[in-house]
């Protein structure tokens, strides 16, 4: 069957779907007959997106949450288009995009893995290789960053013959894609699901979780998990070949790359300025509070906005550093902004109490869940996140997670177990990042890995494995306490 065909089945399928939560089931414990639409539409733009595309699909589920009465097409475009987490997308893409195309990747990587205690030992070259990468990471999309770096990490292989089908080389392969996959979900910089499920908080309490707050939890569990992977490796995994990595060959590195010219410098400081402005208000919160209040007031989408702003006025050479035409065919992921502006909606939809879920929800669930360990719940909703992730798009698994933990969540609010919503969203959009076993877990990040050759589909799917495995533990039992102290 053709990809058209199958399209077009899945589309037959996802109307069906909503016809039947719309028509044929019925209204109870508190679920509306709109609240039944909204569950069918839901669940068809589940399979439209799995199935078909992240792109068009996003526009058929915003066509049909604007034909809710409740909602309309007014409140659906608004909602879609009118907030700040759709902004803070399209601007962050367009502020990194011009960081991609300088050489300050080889650089960061050069000038760790080219250190004085790295060259100690191939172990140590190993441990700076992943934290130059994992730095990288923490700013930069997966995408763009596996494109630019994996050209480069083929480079120093030849500069340490190290050959494909080689244990060390398969581990080096599999590791840098690991760190570039988890470094996605330990910011929210430049990110799009841990933004997303932070967007689904916000729009679901009126809270906010700030960029600080969340770079506080997701760093230093995402450092205790590539820790985790680092023993995994060196302890059961034993590539015996690793001794043979020639590191003085490592040294020839150093003179591929020219000294950073002005405009790399510039675009660095707006960076820098941008971080700044993200992370300055949580300090002076008590210090200065209406600063605090007035800079909090401009979201998280006005330091990059700033940034794009500098970038496009600044002219290098007669030209902007930043251009316009070139970043928005270029530099934005446009189908990854539409779908998280129409599912964050779509979300706000869901929670809505004229939809009666929340109560559906609560008359059936709480005689079930009342006084589980609050543990447990989180456990279940880590282990979902894991694994549906490693099989399914990155923004398919934060939108259904999140949105099934902020109605069930908000539904057990009377009971005992005591659980925090604010802990439970952030490690789901921590988790999404958790995504290595399959070329479908991060289509545009594993397949170049398998790619290379170096590594194997097998390798990735056994080690992945055991990485989503160490996640899971440290952020049940290490992230979720650690978060609820933070949050």
């Not at 809270?207 to 205790?224: D, F, N, R, T, W």
């Amino acid at each position: 069957m053709s990809k058209q065909k199958k399209d077009y089945l899945f589309l037959l399928v996802s109307f069906l779907i909503i016809l039947i939560f719309g028509t044929l089931l019925p209204a109870s414990n508190g679920l509306t007959p709109q609240g039944l639409w909204t569950l069918g539409i839901f669940v068809a733009a589940l399979v439209m997106w799995t199935t078909i595309s992240i792109s068009w699909p996003s526009l058929i589920v915003l066509f049909l949450l604007g034909l809710i009465p409740s909602v309309g097409y007014q409140a659906a475009f608004t909602g879609t288009f009118g907030n700040s987490t759709v902004a803070f997308l399209i601007f962050t893409f367009a502020l990194v995009y011009p960081l991609s195309q300088t050489n300050f990747i080889r650089r960061c990587t050069i000038a760790l893995i080219t250190n004085r205690i790295a060259k100690k030992s191939p172990w140590r070259f190993v441990i700076f290789l992943f934290t130059a990468i994992t730095f990288l990471g923490l700013f930069i999309s997966p995408t763009v960053l596996m494109v630019t770096f994996m050209p480069f990490l083929i480079d120093i292989f030849k500069v340490l013959h190290i050959e494909k089908g080689s244990k060390v080389g398969s581990m080096i392969t599999m590791g840098a894609t690991f760190c570039i996959n988890l470094s996605s979900g330990m910011t929210a910089i430049a990110h799009v699901w841990p933004t997303l499920a932070i967007g689904f908080y916000k729009g679901a309490t009126g809270k906010e979780i700030s960029q600080v707050q969340y770079m506080m939890v997701g760093i230093p569990i995402g450092i205790l998990i590539i820790i985790g992977m680092l023993l995994v490796f060196r302890f059961i995994y034993c590539p015996n070949d690793i001794k043979n990595i020639n590191l003085k060959a490592v040294e020839k590195l150093k003179g591929t790359i020219k000294p950073a010219d002005r405009k790399e410098k510039i675009i660095l400081a707006t960076m820098l300025l941008t971080v700044i402005l993200w992370i300055m208000p949580s300090f002076i919160k008590g210090i200065l509070p209406t600063v605090y209040t007035t800079i909090s007031g401009w979201t998280t989408a006005f330091p990059p906005l700033l940034g794009c702003i500098i970038l496009m006025i600044v002219n290098i050479n007669g030209k902007s550093i930043l251009s316009f035409k070139e970043v928005t065919n270029k530099g934005i992921s446009w189908a990854s902004v539409l779908m998280v502006g129409v599912a964050s909606e779509l979300g706000a939809v869901l929670t809505a109490k004229t939809m009666g879920i929340e109560t559906w929800l609560t008359n059936i669930l709480s005689p079930l869940a009342k006084g589980l360990p609050e543990i447990l719940l989180a456990l279940f909703f880590i282990v979902w996140c894991v694994v549906e992730t490693n099989f399914s798009s990155n923004i398919v698994t934060t939108t259904i997670v999140s949105s099934v933990a902020i109605s069930v969540i908000s539904s057990l609010s009377t009971t005992a177990n005591g659980i925090n919503l604010a802990a439970v969203i952030m490690l789901i959009g921590f988790g999404a990042a958790v995504c290595n076993m399959t070329p479908a877990g991060q289509a545009g990040v594993n397949p170049v890995a398998i790619g290379t050759e170096y590594t194997t589909a097998k390798d990735m799917l056994i080690w992945g494995a055991a990485f989503a495995v160490i996640s899971i533990v440290v952020m049940t039992f290490v992230g979720y306490p650690f978060a609820k102290l933070i949050l």
